[in-house]
């Protein structure tokens, strides 16, 4: 499979605690993206990073991208019991228009 | 204004019957996506609409699988004689042109039960 990896695969904290997910990928990218999901449904687009970029923040979100290393890492800061979701790496492929989707980490972030 | 929008939100059917999941994209959105996400596969890509080019079916796993998108706009992903491992929650989503960097907009899915 081309599926990426995601580590870890759960991760449970409390509130105001950070969150570190990490992505890696074997692949030439173009760009990589995070999202999160709720409850197994609807997927929401947090962040896009692009290939040439390093770091890129929004809000309490930052993501950093290693491609020499061929990995990004999404940092939640001061999380909330609101951020409790599963969050996925995704990356577009150099010439290639899917998204490729990792594991996914299911973050518990307990009051 | 509305976002992608996906229909019925859950299916229940028994196998070897046909089943037929709609889409309905952003309006003004030229690209369509669909994907499906089960425990074991994850996430993964179907099929790609861009404009009036050719889809990419480069994702859809079995001749059982066939989509169609009418005027640009709405999409129906249809499965013949269904199996029980296409139980999944299959997910559409849009963006406005297809470009690397277009945010893609998921809908709510189709949560798909094969008995």
């Known amino acids: 499979s081309q599926q990426g990896e995601e580590d870890p695969q759960a991760l449970s904290i409390q509130e105001g605690e950070n969150a570190t997910m990490n992505c890696s990928y074997k692949t030439s990218i173009n760009n990589l993206q995070w999202y999160r999901q709720n409850s197994g449904r609807g997927l929401v687009h947090l962040i896009l990073?692009?290939?040439?970029?390093r770091e890129k923040h929004s809000g309490r979100l930052r993501v950093t991208l290693d491609t020499s290393k061929k990995s990004s890492s999404l940092l939640i800061t001061a999380s909330r019991a609101a951020d409790t979701a599963s969050y996925f790496c995704?990356?577009?492929?150099?010439?290639?228009?899917?998204?490729?989707f990792g594991t996914g980490t299911r973050l518990l972030v307990s009051p | 204004g509305a976002g992608v929008s996906q229909s019925p939100s859950n299916k229940v059917t028994e196998k070897g019957k046909d089943v037929e999941l709609r889409c309905d994209p952003i309006?003004?959105?030229?690209?369509l996506y669909w994907y499906r996400q089960s425990l074991g596969q994850g996430l993964e890509f179907l099929i790609y609409f861009q404009g009036n080019s050719a889809p990419d079916k480069s994702g859809l796993p079995s001749d059982r699988f066939s989509a169609e998108r009418t005027g640009g706009s709405v999409s129906t992903l249809t499965i013949q004689r269904t199996q029980q491992e296409d139980s999944a929650v299959y997910l559409c989503a849009s963006s406005l042109r297809g470009g690397s960097t277009d945010t893609q907009y998921f809908g709510p899915g189709t949560r798909l039960t094969v008995l």
């Open positions: 995704a990356r577009r492929d150099t010439g290639f228009q899917k998204l490729v």
């Open positions: 990073i692009r290939s040439n970029e």
């Open positions: 309006s003004g959105h030229t690209a």
